[in-house]
């Protein structure tokens, strides 16, 4: 019987001769000039601009190289495969016009003489941030939004003034994706005019001019969470011990997150929503699989307050970081009411009377987008970020004092993945006391 290795051999042998002298002479690896493209077209974006041509017929092209100068003197290049019909040039730090080189390249690596097309962009993304930057006061620090239309990758970074050396001195810096661009900046004296300092950088490093602003931070102060209390309303019996039956049954507006879900080793309650294990994924607020939306819970602060602010931790479980029982959607209401007695409360939360709707939020990836991550080893950077320091909303209550707080789940992420129960590792409140 013939071996294995020997039938390899001559199949081998035999593809050899079926190919015929014109496939063994195919010129891969041919030093002969390829023939040249003819550029056809030039779209110009912001910061960049697409090249369009033709290819020629030749066999010997393999791909095409653009190679240009920036304004600042370094040179980029680019190529694109025998299969398309277009290059993108882009990492101009300014508009303007710029020479760009087109080769035609062999298999051999044999450059063709350029074919020279003049590339227009726009404003680049960077700068165009930076004409709408703002500088604002918000509570113990300084609120930054700019509009970035294209979406690229941008840096923001952040300055303070030494008020005793005239030194700027980095603050912190914010990276982004997102097309509309909003981070705050905490931590400073309220009630104090401050020198603070934005720049702009984009991918290839270059940086926009300062933007300098003067500006009070505003008081404000996390709430006490020894202090804080679970409301439990109609839904329940005198000793908390009863929740109606979910099955068919339309629940109370403040239906207060249903039964809490528990598992061996678990510690899940009620006041695990506040007391300060963010990092512990088994010590959490995990409601009831199985509850319908929208979920709520209503929490007595313990004192009245002037609201700033809210964060939210998801589970500290890469299973529920962007995916499962992380809240997407939730609405905020602060109670009227303010005494210290919870049964004068009214339920409804859609009595203007006597709720104050105090924010719809959407918890988005870093990239603002919504769609669950399939892997739990798929979030960027940017997404630990957040989960690290929490989602931030602010809360549209000024001067509105309220006690009473009332915490909506809209959506989840991925609710049937964990069938419909809400996860949250800690919440805090900041504000400042009546």
Not at 236 to 246: A, T
Not at 264 to 274: A, E, I, K, P, Q
Not at 371 to 394: F, K, L, Q, S, V
Request: glycine letters at 8%; hydrophobic letters at 35%.
């Amino acid at each position: 019987m013939m071996k294995p290795f020997k039938i390899a051999f001559f199949a081998v042998l035999l593809a050899l001769y079926a190919c015929g002298d014109d496939q063994v002479n195919y010129p891969t690896g041919s030093t002969e000039v390829p023939l040249q493209v003819k550029v056809t077209e030039v779209k110009n974006f912001s910061g960049a601009s697409i090249i369009y041509y033709d290819r020629p017929n030749d066999k010997n092209l393999q791909y095409v190289k653009a190679v240009w100068t920036t304004d600042d003197g370094i040179e980029y290049n680019q190529t694109a495969s025998f299969y398309t019909d277009s290059i993108l040039v882009d990492g101009f730090g300014n508009e303007g016009s710029y020479k760009v080189k087109l080769y035609s390249v062999s298999h051999g690596q044999t450059y063709s003489a350029p074919v020279e097309v003049t590339v227009n962009p726009t404003r680049p993304p960077y700068l165009v941030a930076y004409d709408n930057l703002r500088i604002m006061p918000t509570f113990m620090g300084i609120r930054v939004t700019a509009e970035n239309a294209t979406g690229a990758k941008l840096a923001f970074r952040t300055f303070k003034q030494d008020m005793a050396t005239g030194e700027w001195v980095e603050i912190g810096t914010h990276y982004t994706l997102n097309p509309t661009v909003e981070y705050f900046n905490r931590g400073h004296e309220p009630d104090l005019d401050q020198n603070f300092r934005v720049q702009v950088r984009d991918r290839w490093g270059h940086w926009s001019p300062p933007r300098d602003t003067t500006c009070s931070p505003w008081f404000e102060m996390e709430l006490p969470k020894n202090l804080f209390r679970e409301v439990a309303l109609c839904n329940l019996s005198g000793d908390g011990s009863y929740v109606p039956d979910q099955t068919g049954y339309t629940l109370p507006s403040n239906f207060w997150g249903h039964k809490m879900h528990s598992w061996s080793g678990s510690n899940v309650s009620f006041d695990r929503l506040y007391d300060g294990a963010v990092g512990n994924s088994s010590q959490c607020y995990h409601t009831k699989p199985l509850a319908p939306f929208p979920q709520h819970f209503t929490i007595d602060l313990g004192a009245e307050y002037n609201l700033s602010r809210f964060v939210l931790w998801p589970r500290n479980d890469p299973a529920n970081q962007f995916r499962g029982g992380h809240p997407q959607i939730i609405r905020v209401f602060g109670a009227k009411y303010t005494g210290s007695n919870p049964s004068e409360l009214v339920d409804d939360i859609n009595d203007s009377d006597a709720w104050i709707d105090m924010g719809l939020f959407y918890l988005s990836k870093a990239d603002g987008t919504f769609d669950p991550y399939p892997g739990t080893n798929d979030r960027t950077a940017e997404d630990n970020e957040i989960i690290a320091n929490g989602h931030e909303m602010i809360l549209n209550s000024i001067d509105q004092p309220v006690r009473y707080v009332r915490v909506q789940t809209i959506k989840c992420f991925a609710p049937s993945a964990h069938a419909g129960a809400v996860m949250i590792g800690e919440i805090s409140f900041f504000g400042s006391k009546i």
